[in-house]
Each structure stands twice: as C-alpha cells, then as structure tokens.
C-alpha cells in the first residue's frame, strides 16, 4: 500500500515539474518578445527622427542596462539589429523546445499527442514551387 501511494506521488510530482517547465518557457518565450517589439519600435524611432541636416555620424542616446550612453546612429541601429537576430533565434529555439515539452506531458498524462505542434512553415523556395505550380 505504501509502495504505491509513493509511485502515485512521484508521477504527480513528474508531471507537475513538466508542466511548469512548459509554463515557464512560455513565460520566457513572451519575455522575449516584448524585448523583441521594443527593439522594433526603437528601430523604427531612429528611421523617422533623422531630418535633412542629420549625419550618419550623428550621436543619439541609449540606455545600457542603468546608463545612458551617446553613441554614432549607425552603431546603434547595428547593435539593436543584432539583439534582434539573437531574440529571434532564442524565441525559435524555445518554440521547438516547447513542442517536445507539451508531447512529454501528454505522454505522461496518458493523452494523444497535440495535433498540429510539429508542422512547419513553408520555405521560400518551397513557396515558388506552389506559386509555380498555381501559374502564379
């Protein structure tokens, strides 16, 4: 009897530990997309703020983590850009991550895999093809 009041109470814990796992990529998942879209409207702030009499050498400022800094335009722009590629890739990471998460958990609750969690978009050449194909 006890032995299996503890098997129970180790796939409870299995299971919960799973699940907050799967919350919490998503949670980080989210966090990074909202550090992705204030990257995106700063991005966008330095476009249109330039005006006729503006260089490209023009300082502008930024703040770095407690500091503000004033640094050349395209410095910037090029720093943001990079943070952006490097959120992306993270975000796409931990999606992926995320699928094989959410199917372990089904396996552990003894339910049918997520239908639709491993489809994947359409490459641009793959793209070509249909449009090709639809005499587009």
Known sequence: MAQSVERIQQYLI???E??????SDQQEI????RRRNTNREALRQLQTKSTGNQTSAEKNW???GN???RLPKPFIAESIEREQKQLDTE???????L??????LNDL???QETIGTNIKPLSQEEWKAVRKALGN
């Open 109 to 111: 609750e003894d339910k």
């Open 62 to 64: 930024i703040c770095i």
């Open 18 to 23: 799973a699940a907050e796992d799967i919350i």
């Open 30 to 33: 989210i966090s990074l997309d």
């Open 67 to 69: 500091m503000f800094m």
């Open 99 to 104: 699928r094989n998460k959410v199917n372990h």
């Open 91 to 97: 975000i796409k990471n931990l999606r992926n991550g």
């Open 14 to 16: 299995e299971v919960e």
